[in-house]
């Protein structure tokens, strides 16, 4: 008989159980968990863990034999400037800039291409778009567009690349849409241009059907489906300037931040904008190498095993958000690293005295954790949710994805503008906002009466109920929008990181059933759900030894591994 402690490094948490061993049967004595220091495979991460099982064998009174651990490969989360881009695929090109704010006029329109320096020439039969570059004044470029209107011109639309919509629009004697901030030096003259600017406080948008677009800037039917991507993008936007592709995309300049991907055999090099779409769509595994100057460990470039990108605009429209209560700039990073941490076991081993050793992955032992579930079903997959990873574990292959836990927990922080430590706590429970002394809005639109008054900064504020009380994070948010917001996060990471993962598997699991720590939050467990409801898979959670809950899968799962070994 032996003494075994099972050892959870997480890019989170850290996850202990300490169990005797004897003729292959596990009979738990304690267990205990901690926040994880520093990086995880860290020496800092590993002292942790060491002083956490020093915590438990001395609550326990019982000192360990031998220690086992998983695999360690760290997980970086962190949000960086990357505007959202359209897919790099569709045989049509957006030229107006992610970030564009001020285009001007209303209605669409679409026409040949013709430069502002061209319309010295007789007039060309049909409509046309005319594009001012950024060496031209805007007062230059209506007076003569002025004169060509009046020389027979029929221009439908104007696309500038500084941001002159409005100077422009105000100077020409027609009221056509005028789009700026767009890339019009490489546009090829002739080339069909549409262009739309969205009315005030109307939502129709012509150029965002994708059969309309097709039809207009006669596109390749076969490629509709492709065209129809770029269109759900264009579909929140309020003025639209698009092409058709007439070349592969450029990729990035030397200096420039990249994502590798490989895809059908070849690597393609992308900017981090032009892989939004692509890593959305693509299988975990695919990415190669990335370098993000906002991202410490991949400022230099890191070899990664996968990466997924969140737009926190996209997040604010599905959520369906007033403009501006939340902060959508930006994109949450989640970089899983190829490389494994260098072996924690030979630290771990000096710092405690006692023998330890790397055992198995940690998808494997997650996988034999979940199975002491009272009442899994057979054909079940077990998805281990973590802090920096999701991992499916199907009876033939294992897929592991970057973007998890701390993916969420990102988001909130960026959305809401508060630290990291308040966002790991706001976003696993409702809120309620508190509307005076004695009452406060829950989120079911319940109007309660509280238990204490609340302290002056609370007031007019959402507050989430700590141990110490209430504590004020938002005074942008209604509660009810708060709910939207946190499932709208919630959906996009982590639901939609698990759907793109079970892609890769050729038939669709009985059930699928939540391990680890991510698995506690009942309202990720619910999006997972609504995120598979077209499978369909059943939804479950993982239940370790039946009395445990999900979180100690991974550490448990390796006390059942040494035993049967």
Not at 117 to 139: C, K, M, N, Q, Y
Request: net charge negative; with cysteine.
């Amino acid at each position: 008989m032996r003494t075994v402690a099972g050892i959870d490094i997480g890019n989170h948490t850290t996850e202990i159980v300490l169990a005797r061993i004897d003729t292959g049967e596990v009979v738990t004595i304690a267990h205990g968990q901690a926040p994880t220091r520093g990086r995880k495979g860290s020496a800092e991460s590993v002292q942790g863990a060491a002083a956490l099982l020093h915590r438990i064998e001395v609550d326990a009174g019982i000192d360990a034999d031998e220690l086992v651990l998983s695999a360690l490969r760290p997980v970086d989360t962190a949000t960086a400037p990357i505007p959202p881009a359209y897919s790099p695929s569709a045989p049509v090109q957006s030229l107006r800039r992610p970030d564009a704010s001020t285009p001007a006029g209303a209605g669409y329109g679409v026409g040949r291409h013709v430069r502002l320096a061209d319309l010295d020439t007789a007039p060309v039969d049909g409509p046309v778009v005319i594009s001012v570059d950024d060496r031209t004044d805007f007062e230059v470029a209506a007076r003569e567009i002025g004169l060509a209107v009046a020389r027979g011109w029929q221009v439908v639309g104007v696309v500038a690349a500084q941001d002159d919509a409005v100077l422009i629009r105000n100077r020409i004697p027609v009221d056509v849409p005028v789009v700026d901030e767009a890339e019009v030096d490489e546009v090829a003259p002739g080339a069909l241009i549409a262009v739309e600017v969205v009315e005030e406080g109307r939502a129709y948008r012509a150029m965002a059907d994708p059969i309309a677009l097709t039809a207009a800037l006669r596109l390749p039917v076969d490629r509709l489906v492709e065209t129809a991507e770029l269109c759900r993008e264009l579909a929140d936007s309020a003025a639209i300037a698009v092409t058709p592709r007439t070349g592969p995309t450029p990729p990035p300049t030397a200096d420039d931040d990249y994502v590798d991907i490989r895809l059908d055999g070849t690597v393609v090099r992308y900017s981090p904008a032009q892989a939004h779409a692509v890593l959305r769509r693509s299988l975990p595994g695919c990415v190669t190498r990335i370098r993000l100057a906002a991202v410490p460990t991949a400022t230099d470039g890191l070899a990664v095993h996968d990466a997924f990108f969140t737009d926190l605009a996209s997040i604010d429209n599905g959520a369906w958000l007033r403009r501006g209560v939340a902060d959508a700039q930006g994109t949450v990073v989640a970089l899983l690293a190829a490389e494994e941490a260098e072996d924690a076991a030979t630290v771990l081993a000096e710092l405690t005295g006692r023998p330890a050793r790397t055992l198995a992955t940690e998808p494997e032992a997650a996988a034999w954790g979940a199975r002491t579930t009272p009442g899994m079903p057979p054909g079940s997959m077990v998805c281990d949710i973590g802090g920096g990873t999701v991992d499916l574990i199907g009876p033939d292959r294992t897929v592991v994805a970057a973007g998890a836990g701390e993916s969420i927990t990102v988001a909130v922080s960026k959305a809401l503008g508060i630290p990291r430590a308040l966002a790991e706590t706001v976003k696993r429970t409702p809120a309620v906002r508190v509307e005076g002394p004695h009452v406060a809005h829950e989120e079911d639109g319940r109007r309660v009466f509280l238990d204490a008054p609340a302290a002056s900064d609370a007031i007019g504020r959402l507050c989430t109920r700590g141990s110490a009380g209430l504590v004020p994070f938002s005074n942008r948010l209604a509660a009810e929008e708060w709910r939207s917001l946190r499932l709208a996060i919630k959906q996009e990471t982590v639901a939609a990181n698990i759907a793109r993962c079970l892609a890769a598997f050729d038939e669709p699991p009985t059930a699928l059933v939540l391990a680890g720590g991510g698995a506690l939050d009942d309202e990720l467990m619910r999006t997972v759900g609504e995120a598979l409801r077209g499978v369909p898979i059943v939804v479950g959670r993982a239940n370790i030894d039946g009395v445990h809950g999900p979180r100690f899968a991974v550490a448990r799962g390796l006390l059942a591994m040494y035993a049967h070994r």
